[in-house]
Nanobody, 113 residues
Framework: QVQLVESGGGLVQAGGSLRLSCASS????????MGWYRQAPGKQRELVAA???????NYADSVKGRFTISRDNAKNTVYLQMNSLKPEDTGVYYC???????WGQGTQVTVSS
């Protein structure tokens, strides 16, 4: 079983930046898919950014040019750098891997205006 622990969430003003971290209990070298999802109250959980073990990335249109997913294999950690944050970025952000399917417990990101 893969254990995922997110950190880095918090309250930030619009236009600010946050960097989320997702620490994995197993080597991410062995994980094919790593990604970040977010969910706002009353809304469907959506994929924000994803990275394959080969390094290819995908981003939701709403965050392209502002968010960057990256990884540090030595630290078994996946990051989400979030710049130029907007109030609509507010939500709980979840780290996700597959296979096996694993979810972190989430970290709250709140962007104030």
């Amino acid at each position: 079983q893969v254990q995922l622990v997110e950190s880095g969430g918090g309250l930030v003003q619009a236009g600010g930046s946050l960097r989320l971290s997702c620490a994995s209990s197993v080597r991410i070298f062995s994980i094919n898919f790593m990604g970040w999802y977010r969910q706002a109250p009353g809304k469907q959980r959506e994929l924000v950014a994803a990275m394959s073990s080969g390094g290819s990335t995908n981003y939701a249109d709403s965050v392209k040019g502002r968010f960057t997913i990256s990884r540090d294999n030595a630290k078994n950690t996946v990051y989400l750098q979030m710049n130029s944050l907007k109030p609509e970025d507010t939500g709980v952000y979840y780290c996700h891997t597959a296979p096996p399917v694993s979810w972190g417990q989430g970290t709250q990101v709140t962007v104030s205006s």
